[in-house]
């Protein structure tokens, strides 16, 4: 079946110390997404791309990057973690079109920083 | 900025009974989507419904219904006979429609916490 998977499903670092979630995807999606989802939480979007142009949005702490090498596959990049960056992080994908094609989650990494 | 409420973060349900979970937001747009998404516990989260706002028909998707009220902007859903398999967090979400190229986010409320009882 088609799918988004992220790995790990469970990543421990300590603070500062930087880490790489990935996510990659057979549906063929032209657009992915990052989002954050802390305890009791909404999920908030931190970036997204569009092909291979990259959206961050304005509230994004600097310390989050995200590569995306090809169509497939999508990393995100914790530079410097704290321990407010504890949470789950949900990648997503879409066919982007006028008709509002919904996207497709992944498992999500659950991140916990000692 | 979009933002989107649900007011009940938890609401419980005898199994083959009918629930209605609420959803508000705000925007300045006219046109747009909404979503209701499920997140069982330790699993993806997977779509339920979808519904445009240009079109005043509520979607329906089997025993899942939505009561979509644009001018009060109002999102319910209703599930009916209510399945143990439906005990999940369920996410109200919005998303704006694109006169153009490019993509975009997801705004999502708090959850919805449904607990079926059998």
């Known amino acids: 079946d088609a799918m988004v998977i992220q790995n790990p499903r469970y990543q421990v670092t300590q603070f500062g110390k930087p880490v790489t979630l990935s996510c990659s995807q057979t549906l063929n999606h032209n657009v992915m997404y990052w989002y954050q989802q802390k305890s009791s939480q909404a999920p908030k979007l931190l970036f997204h791309y569009y092909d291979k142009d990259f959206n961050n949005e304005a509230d994004t702490p600097d310390n989050f990057q995200s590569r995306r090498p090809n169509t497939s596959f999508c990393f995100l990049d914790i530079r410097s973690p704290g321990l407010g960056d504890a949470a789950m992080y949900l990648c997503?994908?879409?066919?982007?079109?006028?008709?509002?094609?919904?996207?497709?989650f992944g498992d999500g990494t659950r991140l916990s920083i000692l | 900025a979009q933002t989107v409420t649900q007011s009940q973060p938890e609401m419980s349900v005898q199994e083959a009974e009918t629930v209605t979970l609420s959803c508000t937001y705000d925007?300045?747009?006219?046109?747009?989507?909404l979503f209701w998404y499920k997140q069982p516990p330790s699993r993806q989260m997977i779509l339920v419904i979808r519904?445009?706002?240009?079109?005043?028909q509520n979607a329906t998707e089997n025993r899942f219904s939505v009561n979509f009220q644009k001018a009060a902007k109002s999102f319910s859903l209703k599930i009916s006979d209510s399945q143990l398999g439906d005990a999940a967090m369920y996410f109200c979400a919005y998303r704006r429609a694109y006169s153009g190229g490019g993509a975009d986010g997801l705004t999502f409320g708090k959850g919805t916490h449904l607990i079926i009882q059998p």
């Open positions: 519904q445009e706002a240009y079109k005043q």
């Open positions: 925007t300045s747009e006219s046109d747009y989507y």
């Open positions: 997503a994908t879409s066919r982007w079109d006028r008709d509002g094609q919904p996207q497709h």
